[in-house]
């Protein structure tokens, strides 16, 4: 993915943790950057500091992507270039059982997890084919590898789907140069569980079960480069999902409901 001639990477998400993340190290790779969140002085502020490092473009696109009309707003900023890598990141839970959340929050939760995502990369893929070496990043989880748990209900679910979608167009264009690569990152330190309200609750949790956000970026970038289909960054988090497919059903089961009351809120 390292980039000779200039190329023009997307990522959503941009504003804080892994996104703002994903935008430095494409940055330095050389990728000019549109960058996509709600926060737009967040974006500024990461724009200037990408620009003054590595003299690259900046194109900044502050939209809720939970928004009915956020993905033509987006793509109206792309119709004088074509975009080459697309790094659907942008993501965040609800937290509780599903009942403590009106509907309302859970379509809003499913358009920016699943709906924006597939609007997006079907818009943008044909250029990314043109190319003959686009590069497609989906930020999944390690939640979407193991069993449904109490709390988020919809997280993980959405996260399988992710993971399952990226496989599908991995198989449908790889023929045609597409690089995908589903990104399943573990704990990671970043505002992500500040906005759900579980920083307590994870708080707790010890310290080798966390990654930094530029440990994950950098394993997934690596991953890319090597056509890897799934990524795992962290050895602990690629013991944690051989476990959940080799012991038994009950077991696996079993620890996901005790740990679940551990990093979820439930009250």
Request: with cysteine; proline share 4%.
């Amino acid at each position: 993915m390292t980039a000779t001639l200039r190329s023009l990477a997307l990522v959503t998400g941009a504003s804080a943790g892994i996104g703002a993340e994903f935008c430095r190290q494409l940055a330095a790779r050389g990728h000019d950057l549109v960058m996509v969140a709600r926060r737009r002085e967040r974006l500024a502020t990461l724009a200037h500091e990408l620009a003054t490092r590595h003299r690259v473009s900046t194109r900044l696109v502050a939209v809720d992507l939970g928004a009915p009309d956020a993905i033509p707003q987006v793509l109206s900023m792309l119709e004088d270039r074509p975009v080459t890598c697309l790094v659907n990141n942008a993501g965040y839970g609800v937290p509780g059982r599903y009942l403590d959340s009106a509907w309302e929050d859970h379509a809003r939760f499913q358009r920016v997890m699943i709906d924006s995502v597939a609007e997006l990369t079907h818009a943008l893929l044909p250029g990314m084919l043109r190319s003959g070496q686009g590069r497609l990043i989906n930020v999944a989880s390690l939640a979407g590898l193991l069993p449904g748990s109490a709390g988020h209900t919809l997280y993980g679910a959405s996260k399988a789907w992710m993971i399952r979608w990226s496989e599908s167009l991995a198989f449908e264009y790889r023929e045609r140069g597409l690089g995908v690569c589903a990104v399943c990152p573990g704990f990671t330190y970043s505002e992500f569980h500040d906005v759900t309200g579980t920083r307590a609750q994870v708080a707790r949790l010890p310290r080798w079960l966390w990654m930094s956000a530029d440990e994950v970026v950098a394993a997934a970038l690596a991953a890319s480069d090597a056509g890897e289909l799934l990524c795992i960054p962290g050895r602990v988090n690629r013991l944690i999902a051989r476990a959940a497919r080799w012991l038994p059903v009950g077991v696996v089961h079993f620890l996901s409901a005790r740990e679940s009351r551990r990093v979820r809120s439930l009250d």
